[in-house]
């Protein structure tokens, strides 16, 4: 009652624009979409894009094809073709859209689609568009392009949103986590990525090592039913709540943005089309990397936001149960690439169980130095050791500008800040593979909702599997003797090996600064 009292005293004298948080809110009882259910009924296998594959499609039972995407610029490229590829509709789900210069040229591919009368939907969540008036924002001024924020903040004031953290913790602090991008219903690309500089160029400051898969076939219509129930959920607002976002003068201004980067950039742009062009004639020509096999999509619903905190601690999703189907059925061996990795007392137990039956593990996670919260690695302490004891094989990624994919070292090169591993994929017996945006960590499990897909196809395992083993050669092979750990590995461009007694490239307060972490409940990591 106090806390609310402050509250309400505190918004009085920081009042700011107050905007509905769902579909319930009679302020949009008369709100109607641009976009319906009729601009989707159309066959997706008799689009440009499926009839290139129609034969692979149509062959045999439940046939999806799957490429994979392990480096940023190829899963910028892929997503910016494909739109130009597009013919009908394009759905884009993520948690962040950033405001730099290869979202903007997603943005200007996106208007490009609807000029030809694409219909696009974009849903994003509200913590990821980091301002009222996001380039991304203001297409929703286009006719047939329309942009949902989900889980909204009521007071857009950035000043005021912690204090209503505080005052709405249970359904703030649960976001939409998704990633997916689809095309025409026929093609998916999910992973790890959302959409920024970040995770798609390797110059800038802080680089996401990442991976995308391009899925083709029914994979992609089921994405796409997952896509409505959170378009339609009623914490699925449109834009034009935020009173910024119908600015006509804003989007005037982002037309004149573009037109002034065409210029300034032409010999870069001249290069990005050729570049997508080349990307367009090898996907028409069939030379896509494709394995063809079946696959299954798996999605938490919306309403896991609203969920009362009781239901949430103990909230099971169709996720983990498909997870642990999958660990009870592993025989041979389990690759996992996990860029935040704290699997709780039941995770531990089902892999030192795994190990100690014969199954061979290896695990590839953040290092001190590499990871972007060091909160999650300091829980993540807390199992490293025993899952080593029970011989799993145990890795954490170098802080180290060469171990990007795709690049070679070279010591010429600018550096980056660091290189944060943001992976979340498995491969189980060489033969089942796992993707998505869901994280092997306490908030993808009870508060953030997910999306993976689980792919049955040996020859794409394989591949998946080589790209993680590949990561652990720029890695820390992390050990424990007497009880003491020890990270050994070999950094690229050099010839001898190095031994550490203490988090490789970490300073003595962040090393602190992640001990005095530790105090924080897991559960709120």
């Known amino acids: 009652m106090f806390l609310e009292k402050i509250s309400c ?17 009679k302020r949009l009882l008369e709100y109607k979409p641009k976009i319906s259910d009729q601009d989707f009924k159309y066959d997706p296998t008799k689009t440009q894009i499926a009839k290139k594959y129609k034969k692979e499609l149509t062959t045999g039972r439940a046939r999806s094809g799957a490429t994979l995407i392990d480096d940023g610029l190829s899963a910028f490229v892929i997503r910016a073709a494909f739109a130009r590829m597009a013919t009908k509709t394009i759905d884009l789900q993520t948690y962040i ?36 008036i ?32 505080l005052m709405d913790f249970n359904r703030l602090n649960s976001r939409m986590h998704n990633k997916l991008f689809i095309v025409d219903n026929v093609a998916l690309i999910t992973g790890g990525r959302n959409v920024g500089s970040n ?74 089309d050729a570049i997508i062009s080349m990307t367009i004639r090898e996907f028409n020509r069939k030379n896509f990397d494709f394995s063809w096999g079946s696959g299954k999509f798996i999605a938490d619903p919306p309403g896991k936001v ?117 992976s979340k994929t498995m491969v189980f017996d060489d ?22 897909v689980i792919f049955e196809s040996a020859e794409f395992a394989k591949k998946l599997r080589d790209m993680i083993i590949d990561d652990t050669k720029t890695s820390w092979h992390v050990a424990v003797n007497d009880g003491k750990t020890t990270w050994n590995g070999l950094r690229p461009g050099n010839t001898k090996p190095r031994i550490y007694h203490h988090g490789p490239d970490t300073t003595i307060f962040r090393r602190t600064f992640k001990i005095l972490t530790k105090i924080i409940p897991e559960k709120f990591v």
């Open 431 to 452: 033969k089942i593979s796992w993707i998505g945006s869901f994280n092997l960590d306490p908030r993808s499990a009870y508060y953030n909702t997910e999306n993976v």
């Open 199 to 272: 995770y798609f160029m390797p110059e800038t400051a802080v680089n996401f090592s990442d991976t995308d898969v391009l899925f083709m076939g029914a994979i992609a219509c089921d994405a796409t039913k997952s896509f409505n129930a959170y378009w339609n959920h009623h914490l699925a607002v449109p834009a034009s709540v935020i009173p910024k976002a119908c600015s006509r003068h804003a989007l005037k201004k982002l037309e004149k943005q573009f037109k002034r980067l065409a210029r300034i950039n032409i010999i870069n742009k001249r290069k990005y």
């Open 306 to 422: 609203d969920l009362p905190p009781e239901r949430k601690a103990k909230y099971v999703s169709e996720i983990i149960l498909a997870l642990n189907r999958l660990w009870n059925k592993t025989q041979k061996s389990a690759y996992v690439s996990a860029a935040y990795f704290v699997p709780g007392k039941d995770g531990l137990k089902k892999m030192c169980d795994e190990a100690k039956s014969g199954v061979h593990l290896t695990i590839v996670t953040n290092s001190l130095a590499s990871t972007n919260a060091p909160t999650v690695y300091g829980k993540w302490e807390e199992y490293r050791t025993k899952l080593i004891q029970s011989g799993i094989d145990v890795y954490e990624f170098m802080l180290s500008a060469e171990n990007r994919r795709g690049k070679k070292h070279d010591r010429t090169r600018k550096k980056t800040r660091f290189s944060v591993m943001h």
């Open 97 to 132: 859209y950033s405001n730099d210069f290869s979202s903007h040229i997603l943005i200007d591919e996106l208007k490009n689609a609807a000029d030809r009368g694409v219909k696009v939907r974009v849903l994003i969540d509200d913590y990821g568009t980091n301002s009222d």
């Open 134 to 165: 996001a380039d991304v924002i203001l297409l929703n001024q286009h006719p047939n392009i329309e942009v949902k924020i989900f889980n909204a903040v009521k007071k857009r004031s950035r000043f005021l949103y912690y204090p209503q953290m």
């Open 9 to 25: 005293l505190f918004f009085g004298l920081f009042g700011c624009a107050t905007i509905p948080i769902s579909m319930h809110d």
